[in-house]
């Protein structure tokens, strides 16, 4: 007992380092190397490659890394493919496995295995941790997770993944320690962002999602147009002359709220011109109606709702465009106090609501953190 006391004790005395690559930046938190993992540092630093970025991250973090030696580092990976479901660490063997994998995610894989090899050779010593964000989704029932194309497909690997499991597996975590996720409930996730997807979860399992075979599907996005006729899609391939690298490229930077607004996908910004802009109007109001859409759809897979979240930079802090996918869903029994979420109060619903509503701040960093204390320890 006394050993293993001190063997505890050792590993909270350590930290591990949790890496978020995105395409132009590189978000971080340092956290104890412990169930539950406080926060040490945080923040972000601009990408002009990855290991200039990890080493101005360690040079960020250095202070606190002299009172906490770092144990590891843990990497948010976009894609496990059909087998990588659970944290794993970082081998050989497994580099392989990522790299077969970057046809499925080929705007984020390849920068995210670079980072991860950027680490390798600065820290050949330190293990790695990856965490992957469809892993959340990996237990998908067969209604959701097979999509209506040809079995060749199917069984090559197309299939729905979903992402941002990251994100929703700190939501369940939250909801559970605010009292409102036991495992009878129906709840709606949504991670609202430039990235915004929703997650049907019954019983601490997503049983269905938005975001499809790759991030591009679902809702409209900041730059992604989310689900689409794929007769437009080859309808632009023909009339344009494009080839697949540039079908894909319209649809992921150029769509979205960007296309519908004839130029920017910031929310801030729309809301701030819609009354004198009718495209930026309109992009509002498609977005605000796609996301309504499927709580109502997600609502009838469900058989009921009990909790609705909220999440992400729009779902956190604009409550206006929470107060009109809200609008319109009372008979569902969404009903949200006006003041609370002009204020983006953890909890939005009135008292007689029978959902729950709740806008919380996600971090996915945390989540790698946690992992990462689960393999270690």
């Known amino acids: 007992m006394v050993a293993e006391a001190r063997t505890n004790e050792a590993v909270g005395d350590r930290s591990v380092l949790a890496l978020n690559r995105g395409s132009s930046s590189l978000k971080f938190g340092l956290f104890t190397l412990s169930p539950e993992a406080a926060a040490l540092s945080r923040g972000t630093v601009t990408i002009s490659d990855g290991r200039t970025a990890f080493e101005q991250v360690i040079a960020r973090v250095s202070a606190a890394v002299e009172?906490?030696?770092?144990?590891?580092?843990?990497?948010?990976?976009?894609?496990?493919?059909?087998?990588?479901?659970?944290?794993?660490?970082?081998?050989?063997?497994?580099?392989?496995?990522?790299?077969?994998?970057?046809?499925?995610?080929p705007n984020h894989l390849p920068d995210e295995i670079a980072l991860i090899e950027d680490v390798r050779r600065a820290r050949p010593d330190l293990p790695q941790i990856v965490c992957f964000d469809t892993a959340f989704h990996a237990d998908l029932p067969e209604i959701a997770r097979r999509l209506p194309i040809p079995a060749e497909y199917a069984a090559e690997g197309v299939q729905r993944y979903g992402f941002h499991g990251l994100s929703y597996t700190f939501l369940l975590d939250e909801l559970s320690r605010r009292g409102s996720a036991s495992p009878s409930?129906?709840?709606?996730?949504?991670?609202?962002?430039?990235?915004?997807?929703?997650?049907?979860?019954?019983?601490?399992?997503?049983?269905?999602?938005?975001?499809?075979?790759?991030p591009?599907?679902?809702?409209?996005m900041?730059?992604?147009p989310g689900d689409l006729d794929p007769g437009v899609v080859t309808h632009m391939a023909r009339t344009?002359?494009?080839?697949?690298?540039?079908?894909?490229?319209?649809?992921?930077?150029r769509s979205g709220l960007a296309g519908l607004s004839a130029g920017t996908s910031d929310m801030r910004d729309l809301l701030a011109r819609e009354g004198s802009d009718e495209d930026c109007r309109l992009a509002v109001a498609i977005y605000c109606y796609e996301i309504k859409k499927r709580i109502?759809?997600?609502?009838?897979?469900?058989?009921?709702?009990?909790?609705?979240?909220?999440?992400?930079?729009?779902?956190?802090?604009?409550?206006?465009?929470?107060?009109?996918?809200?609008?319109?869903?009372?008979?569902?029994?969404?009903?949200?106090?006006?003041?609370?979420?002009?204020?983006?109060?953890?909890?939005?619903s009135t008292s007689q609501s029978r959902v729950a509503v709740h806008v919380i701040s996600t971090d996915e960093e945390v989540v790698m953190a946690r992992a990462a204390h689960d393999l270690l320890s």
Do not use: W
């Not at 496990?80 to 794993?88: A, K, N």
């Not at 990235?195 to 999602?209: E, F, P």
């Not at 344009?240 to 930077?253: F, T």
């Not at 609705?308 to 206006?320: D, K, M, Q, T």
């Open 67 to 105: 009172k906490h030696p770092l144990a590891a580092v843990a990497h948010r990976l976009v894609h496990g493919g059909p087998d990588l479901r659970t944290p794993r660490t970082v081998d050989d063997a497994l580099l392989v496995a990522l790299r077969q994998l970057v046809h499925l995610a």
């Open 185 to 214: 409930e129906r709840a709606i996730l949504a991670h609202l962002g430039n990235g915004s997807s929703l997650a049907a979860v019954r019983r601490g399992r997503s049983i269905d999602t938005t975001m499809g075979f790759t």
């Open 240 to 253: 344009h002359g494009l080839n697949p690298d540039q079908v894909e490229k319209e649809l992921s930077r």
């Open 216 to 220: 591009m599907g679902g809702v409209v």
């Open 222 to 224: 900041g730059t992604r």
């Open 296 to 348: 109502g759809a997600y609502a009838a897979a469900l058989a009921g709702l009990d909790v609705l979240a909220f999440s992400g930079g729009i779902g956190e802090r604009a409550p206006v465009v929470r107060s009109r996918i809200c609008s319109g869903l009372e008979f569902l029994g969404i009903e949200l106090e006006a003041a609370a979420n002009a204020e983006n109060a953890a909890v939005i």
